[in-house]
């Protein structure tokens, strides 16, 4: 596609519930990340994918997080277990190579009530 | 990991003015991003420049790699200029700086 593409735009759940996020990076792309930001925050790093291995998780704040990419294309953000606390906007970014020029999705603005 | 500096934290500015924001970062890298995200939180690319200078319009970005640093300059500011503006840079996972909000007033 064109840009960096994030689904569901937003997704709200109960505490307690299991969610995926999606993000369609831009054709050709090798390197794709995920970040997340909360209310006046800047971007927190979670994990980076240089095709399909995580080239580094050392973001994911637990072993609730949890993220795939199978086919060094499409990456799939899971989350167990929500907590109020994860409640945030959900970046993706991707990249021809790692630290290349990145471009950012839309984001996916999860609530957990 | 790399450190990212960013100031100053905030910035108002009447219609009309020039301004220049800053970027310092701990390591020696080889890219570096300047970013503006607009109030409905998109976070649009403005320059990919590891070193040297461009420019785009009324903004333009010099990175000095050998001293660690970035700056923005944005001149004859306009409304929508407001914002976030953050700068990113790493070795392979992006760092994002704490950024500047800018607040340009009518």
């Known amino acids: 596609g064109a840009g960096v593409s994030q689904t569901p735009s937003n997704k709200v759940t109960e505490k307690g519930k299991y969610v995926e996020l999606r993000c369609d990076p831009i054709s050709g792309h090798t390197a794709l990340y995920w970040y997340r930001q909360s209310l006046g925050q800047g971007p927190e790093f979670l994990i980076y994918?240089?095709?399909?291995?995580?080239?580094?998780d050392s973001g994911l704040p637990n072993d609730r997080f949890f993220a795939v990419r199978p086919e060094g294309s499409v990456s799939t953000l899971k989350i167990q277990r929500t907590e109020r606390g994860d409640s945030a906007v959900y970046l993706c970014?991707?990249?021809?190579?790692?630290?290349?020029?990145?471009?950012f999705g839309q984001g996916t603005r999860l609530t957990v009530v | 990991g790399i450190q990212v500096e960013q100031s100053p934290p905030d910035l108002i500015l009447q219609e009309g003015a020039n301004s220049t924001l800053r970027c310092n970062f701990s390591?020696?890298?080889?890219?570096l991003q300047w970013f503006h995200q607009n109030p409905w939180g998109q976070l649009i690319n403005l320059f990919y420049i590891p070193s040297g200078t461009k420019q785009n319009g009324r903004l333009s970005a010099t990175t000095v790699a050998t001293e660690r640093y970035s700056l923005l300059y944005i001149s004859s500011s306009q409304t929508t200029d407001s914002g976030v503006y953050f700068c990113v840079t790493g070795r392979r996972a992006l760092t994002f700086g704490s950024g500047t909000r800018l607040q340009v007033q009518p």
């Open positions: 390591d020696s890298v080889n890219n």
């Open positions: 994918f240089q095709g399909t291995g995580a080239a580094d």
């Open positions: 970014a991707s990249s021809w190579t790692g630290a290349t020029e990145a471009f």
